[in-house]
């Protein structure tokens, strides 16, 4: 599915933050990414929405050599792969509605399928009362499930959570794993990258662990490790 070979990415004022990074993840696979704030997690995102170019190394996606695609077909590995932030980034003008349906309106979606996809993704996340409250009316939980509903509302086949529950206490940070997981029963791959050592320790799943760019652990049912 995700195959990241000999990975380095070094940035112009000449930091190091992936060293020789080598990763396969599965299809349909639940993977942590743990790890000091500079250990590589938001460059290894990065790499994967194709924001930022490794600097020597081959990433792939579902078969194919991404490294070196040409900008036009950006938007198209882009459409295969959700994000939720733990900012969550709502548009703070647009209802629950138009904010889940506008990621279906920048893909050129149909007014029809719009209609029919918004309303069956804000029932999954429970929402359905809500298709008509702004942002500045929900409570942190519930801006996070619209996160959600719009990062998975054009059937990705990857959902990154880039710190997820870091905005969230830890009742409603429980109700978004379980969404998530949700998620990833129904045959997505999720990548989720955290701090949040009780949530890691307690599910159990793959964890990988970056160090100054490195991968210093990658165990198939691991727990975070305060030496991270």
């Known amino acids: 599915m995700i195959i990241f070979k ?3 990415k070094e940035y112009n004022n000449g930091v190091k933050a992936l060293n020789n990074i080598n990763l396969h993840i599965s299809k349909g696979e639940f993977v942590f990414v743990v790890g000091s704030s500079g250990a590589g997690k938001s460059t290894l995102i990065k790499l994967l929405l194709k924001e930022v170019e490794p600097t020597s190394g081959k990433l792939f996606f579902n078969k194919k050599d ?3 695609v040409k900008n036009r077909k950006v938007p198209i590995i882009r459409r295969k792969i959700g994000v939720v932030f733990q900012d969550f980034r709502l548009l703070p003008n647009k209802t629950v509605y138009e904010n889940v349906a506008f990621a ?3 893909i050129g979606a149909s007014a029809k399928e719009i209609r029919r996809q918004v309303p069956i993704v804000l029932s999954m ?3 359905s009362k809500k298709a008509n409250s702004y942002p500045n009316q929900l409570s942190g939980g519930e801006k996070q499930r619209v996160s959600i509903a719009r990062a998975i509302v054009n059937n990705p086949t990857v959902l990154i959570a880039d710190e997820p529950t870091g905005n ?3 009742e409603t940070a429980g109700d978004i794993m379980d969404l998530i997981m949700q998620i990833n029963r129904r ?3 999720v990548i989720m990258a955290t701090h ?3 949530i890691v320790d307690s599910m159990q799943r793959r964890v990988i662990a970056l160090s100054k760019g490195k ?3 990658d165990d198939q049912r691991g727990v975070y490790d305060h030496e991270v």
């Open 6 to 8: 000999n990975i380095i």
């Open 187 to 189: 045959g997505t791959t």
């Open 104 to 106: 279906k309106e920048i």
């Open 125 to 127: 996340v429970g929402l």
């Open 168 to 170: 969230l206490d830890p």
């Open 196 to 198: 949040a050592k009780d």
């Open 215 to 217: 991968v210093v652990r």
């Open 66 to 68: 991404i490294t070196k």
